[in-house]
């Protein structure tokens, strides 16, 4: 029910987004500083399908998501400020199983740069990522586990580096003393030791390297492929050991607003210990975690 709530609050919220637009914003405003530039999308997604008396048989299915993709850039003499807000929530219906989510998300990526030659920059990296709500893994007979909340785990990256940005469509940025924060703030989770952090505490602390790169290119018309690739290795632990986080996104566009929204995300984790069953025995395992996200929907784009 929290879940269901929440999808229904953010999916006003989109909508409400949907009926605004730049020329809102007071004309004064705009003339004091132009050095901003203020753009993104609002995406509904859904997923529905039914079967009555069909042979090949099949499971009643029903999937809502909402993308929020925000970008605020500052841009003035040999400053530069890029500014990215993403916020993702789904859930999703099948008949025996009832609602679990399929998206929650909350990305926070800031890089502040001072031009050093033409495709060059001195920056300075923060990324931040949470969830919204519980996570739960779950057995055959639909019995679920807590493996995730709100802040559990929550991510913090920063650090000093350098950026090549040849256009808001390709920068990659690379920050070689970069320290990483691990937060989890839920108590069992705490206590288990979930992501990496010692049994009891409610943090981890990281120093090493990282890479963020972003890349997005037309493969046809009105059809766009986004590549994001996050990086990041442990000096002081297991270097060598390398966080990866890959997303690529291909979108369709159908007309102004009507789209199709195809999304692959692979993460690589070395301290998110995911329990594994084989023959009755239940281990924990670091594994490569696959998530997949198809519809088609309303995409309101400023």
Excluded: C
């Excluded at 008396?53 to 993308?67: E, M, Q, R």
């Excluded at 802040?151 to 920063?158: E, H, Q, V």
């Excluded at 000093?160 to 970069?178: E, H, L, Q, T």
């Amino acid at each position: 029910m929290k879940r269901t709530l929440l999808l229904l609050t953010l999916l006003t919220a989109g909508f409400t987004a949907f009926s605004q637009t730049p020329a809102t914003a007071p004309k004064d405003a705009i003339k004091k500083d132009t050095a901003w530039k203020i753009h993104g999308q609002n995406t509904i997604l859904i997923n529905q399908s039914s079967f009555s008396n069909w042979a090949a048989g099949g499971v009643n299915s029903l999937a809502a998501n909402l993308l929020l993709d925000y970008d605020f850039d500052y841009k003035k003499d040999n400053w530069s400020w890029d500014n990215k807000v993403i916020v993702g929530y789904g859930d999703s219906k099948q008949t025996g199983l009832g609602w679990r989510k399929n998206d929650d998300r909350i990305i926070l990526n800031s890089l502040l740069g001072y031009k050093a030659a033409q495709y060059w920059l001195y920056t300075f990296y923060a990324n931040f990522q949470t969830q919204f709500t519980n996570g739960y893994s779950y057995d055959a007979n639909n019995n679920r586990t807590l493996i995730s909340s709100a802040f559990a785990p929550a991510y913090l990256t920063l650090g000093p580096g350098f950026a090549y940005k040849k256009s808001d469509n390709f920068r990659i940025n690379v920050s070689p003393f970069a320290a990483k924060f691990t937060i989890v703030q839920n108590d069992s989770l705490s206590s288990i030791g979930a992501f990496g952090v010692t049994p009891g505490s409610h943090s981890l602390f990281e120093f090493g390297s990282s890479l963020d790169a972003y890349y997005k290119i037309n493969i046809a018309k009105n059809i766009s492929l986004e590549n994001i690739l996050k990086l990041y290795e442990n000096y002081i632990k297991n270097p060598g050991n390398v966080y990866a986080d890959y997303s690529a996104n291909i979108y369709m566009k159908v007309n102004k607003l009507v789209t199709v929204n195809v999304g692959l995300e692979l993460i690589n984790d070395p301290n998110a210990q995911i329990a594994e069953t084989s023959n009755g025995i239940t281990s924990s395992h670091s594994l490569l975690q696959v998530k997949q996200i198809f519809g088609a929907g309303l995409t309101y784009k400023f």
